[in-house]
């Protein structure tokens, strides 16, 4: 094997053990309450605002999450990262799994003010 030949095949073998390394972790958070949906980088849940109605007929759960990003980047994140979690989009903002329904409604996030966004999530009981 020439000597190029050589260099070739251990720039390979660097590029394969890099891709083998571990990444490193990100810590993704979810809602409190609707405990499989992820909170888009640089927002953080309004807790308090959270309210929970179940009843035998169904469920409305609305959440509320607050932060400094723009809001097409919320929306990117969402329409992107749903139907990886089963969620098919219906309209934009609204997406159903099953016998769900989940509304996004992001406020704001223009010109570098807060963005603030309700998600509401209904199901029925069957």
């Not at 993704?28 to 609707?34: H, K, N, P, R, S």
């Not at 309004?46 to 509320?64: H, L, M, R, S």
């Not at 704001?108 to 209904?122: E, M, R």
């Amino acid at each position: 094997m020439n000597p190029f030949g050589k260099c070739k095949l251990i720039r390979r073998l660097m590029l394969g053990l890099f891709l083998l390394a571990p990444l490193p972790a990100f810590a993704v958070e979810y809602l409190t309450a609707i405990t499989d949906l992820p909170l888009a980088a640089g927002l953080v849940e309004q807790k308090e605002k959270t309210t929970v109605f179940d009843a035998p007929v169904g469920k409305i759960v609305t959440a509320y999450a607050s932060g400094t990003v723009k809001a097409d980047d919320v929306r990117e994140f969402y329409d992107t990262t749903l139907p990886q979690l089963g969620w098919q989009q219906a309209a934009s903002g609204t997406f159903h799994r099953k016998a769900e329904t989940l509304k996004i409604d992001v406020l704001g996030g223009q010109g570098g003010g807060p963005v603030n966004v309700s998600f509401t999530l209904s199901s029925e009981s069957k």
